[in-house]
C-alpha cells in the first residue's frame, strides 16, 4: 500500500501542468507562459474479483459551451496487461443513460469495463460532462457533440498518460462502442474523428439503441404520447435549453408535478433513472409536459426541435467510406424508436460506406426488463463476437454471466 501511494505520489507530480518562465523582458520580469493542463491520476485501485486495473483520471477537454473544463474519466485493463505484456488494443467505451452521481466510471460503475477484463484490451471511459469532476453542472445529456468531445479527448489523454506510465498497446486496434445515450456517443464519435482527427482510425464501431436521429424521436414520443422512460425526455429538454440557450421558462416546458420537483428529482442527481421514472408516475408525455411542448406549431416547440436538429446524426456529416459500423436496435422499443437506426443506416449507406452492418428485429424481453433494456443483450453479444473475431481469441467469460 506504501508502495502505491508513492507510486501516485510521483505519477502526480510528473502529469501535472504547471507554468513554464521564459526569458525576461528589459525590466527584468519574467513572461510567464501558460502551459495546458495535461491528465493527472486520481487514483488507482484493483478490483480483486475482476482481476481489473482501475486508473481514475482529470483531463482537458471542454465544456458543451466550448470553453476549457477538466473532465475526469477512467482507465481500465485486466491483470493480462502489464508494462511487459501490451494489450491487444484500445476500447473507446461510452457509457449509457445514468442519473445518480455515484453512477459514473470514476465513482466505480464499471460494470461493463469489468467485464471487459480478460479480452486484453484496454478500455477508456468518460464520465461526460455532468459527472465526475463536473458533477455540480447539470449534464449534457444526449448532446452527442458534446459527449463525444468528452470521450475523444479522454481517449487521446489515456494514451498519452499510459505511455508515460509505461504501458504499451497494438496501437492498429481501436474499438469504440455504446448502447442507448452510449450508442449516440458512439456515432458522434465516428462524426467527430472523421471530421477533425486524421490520424485516428476506429477499427470498429458498435452502436445499440441510441437516439441518432432526436428529433424524430421526439416526434414520435408527441404522435404517441408515449415515452418509455419519461426520465429521458425531461433530461433531454433541460440539458437542450440549458447548452443551446433557448431561455425557454420550465414553466413553459413542464407541468406539474414534474415542475416542481426537477431539482429534487433531477438536478440534484440524487436518485436512478428508474426512481425518477416512478416519480414522475406515468408513461404519457401529455401529463408531464405542457400543451405547448406537444404542438409542434408552437413557437416552443420549434425552438426546441431546431436545438434537437443539432443533435441530428443523420444528416450534415460525411463519414470515411472505409469505416466499419454494426447497428443494433430492438424493434418494440419504445424508449428509443428502432427508426433512429434505420434512418442512421440509411444515411450512412447513401454517404458510401459499405461495411456497415443492421442487425434489427423483435429480440424478445428478458424477465420483466423492456424492450430498450433487453435489446442491450442482443448488442452485446453482437459487439462481443466481433471483437473476438478481430482479435482472434475465444470468448473470456461464461456469455450467461450477461443475463
Known amino acids: 500500500m506504501k508502495q502505491l501511494k508513492l507510486w501516485m505520489f510521483a505519477a502526480i507530480l510528473c502529469l501535472c501542468g504547471a507554468a513554464t518562465f521564459t526569458s525576461c523582458t528589459n525590466d527584468d520580469e519574467p513572461i510567464v507562459t ?26 482537458p477537454s471542454v465544456d458543451p459551451f466550448g470553453k476549457p473544463a477538466m473532465l475526469s474519466g477512467t482507465i481500465t ?6 508494462k511487459e505484456a501490451p494489450a491487444r488494443g484500445l476500447l473507446l467505451y461510452n457509457h449509457f443513460t ?7 466510471p470514476t465513482m466505480g460503475d464499471l460494470k461493463v469495463e469489468a467485464l471487459m477484463s480478460g479480452s486484453g484490451l484496454i478500455t477508456i471511459s468518460s464520465d461526460y460532462y455532468g459527472f465526475g469532476s463536473t458533477a455540480d453542472k447539470l449534464q449534457a445529456y444526449c448532446i452527442p457533440s458534446a ?6 479527448d479522454a481517449l487521446l489523454a489515456a494514451k498519452e498518460l499510459l505511455t508515460s506510465l509505461g504501458y504499451s498497446w497494438n496501437d492498429n486496434i481501436l474499438f469504440n462502442a455504446g448502447y442507448s445515450e452510449g450508442g449516440q456517443t458512439a456515432m458522434a464519435v465516428v462524426r467527430l474523428i472523421d471530421e477533425k482527427y486524421p490520424d485516428l482510425h476506429l477499427t470498429y464501431t458498435f452502436a445499440g439503441g441510441g437516439p441518432h436521429d432526436i428529433p424524430e424521436t421526439y416526434r414520435q414520443f408527441i404522435e404517441s404520447d408515449v415515452t418509455g422512460m419519461p426520465s429521458t425526455v425531461i433530461n433531454v429538454l433541460l440539458a437542450y435549453n440549458e447548452y443551446f440557450q433557448l431561455g425557454i421558462p420550465r414553466s413553459d416546458i413542464f407541468m406539474e408535478p414534474v415542475l416542481s420537483n426537477i431539482d429534487e428529482w433531477v438536478v440534484s442527481k ?13 408513461l404519457s408525455m401529455s401529463k408531464f409536459a405542457t400543451p405547448a411542448m406537444l404542438d409542434l406549431e408552437s413557437s416552443i416547440s420549434k425552438k426546441f426541435m431546431a436545438a434537437l436538429e443539432n443533435g441530428n446524426l443523420c444528416k450534415g ?11 443494433v436496435h430492438h ?9 433512429n437506426t434505420q434512418n442512421l443506416y440509411a444515411f450512412l449507406k447513401e454517404q458510401g460506406v459499405e461495411n456497415v452492418r443492421l442487425y434489427v428485429g423483435d429480440f424478445g424481453t428478458l424477465g420483466n426488463n423492456p424492450a430498450h433494456e433487453s435489446g442491450a443483450i442482443m448488442f452485446a ?7 473476438c473475431e478481430i482479435l482472434d481469441i475465444d470468448l473470456w467469460f461464461n456469455i450467461f454471466d450477461l443475463l
Open 34 to 59: 501558460p502551459v495546458v493542463p495535461k491528465a493527472r491520476v486520481t487514483a488507482v485501485y484493483h478490483i480483486d474479483q475482476a482481476k481489473t486495473t482501475v486508473i481514475n483520471m482529470e483531463y
Open 77 to 82: 485493463f485486466g491483470d493480462e496487461v502489464t
Open 98 to 104: 445514468v442519473y445518480r452521481a455515484d453512477q459514473c
Open 147 to 152: 459527449n463525444a468531445q468528452a470521450s475523444v
Open 270 to 282: 440524487k436518485y436512478t433513472r428508474e426512481e425518477i421514472d416512478a416519480f414522475v408516475g406515468t
Open 317 to 327: 456529416w460525411t463519414p470515411r467510406k472505409d469505416e466499419n459500423i454494426i447497428l
Open 331 to 339: 424493434t418494440e422499443d419504445i424508449t428509443v424508436p428502432v427508426e
Open 381 to 387: 453479444g453482437t459487439a462481443l463476437a466481433t471483437v
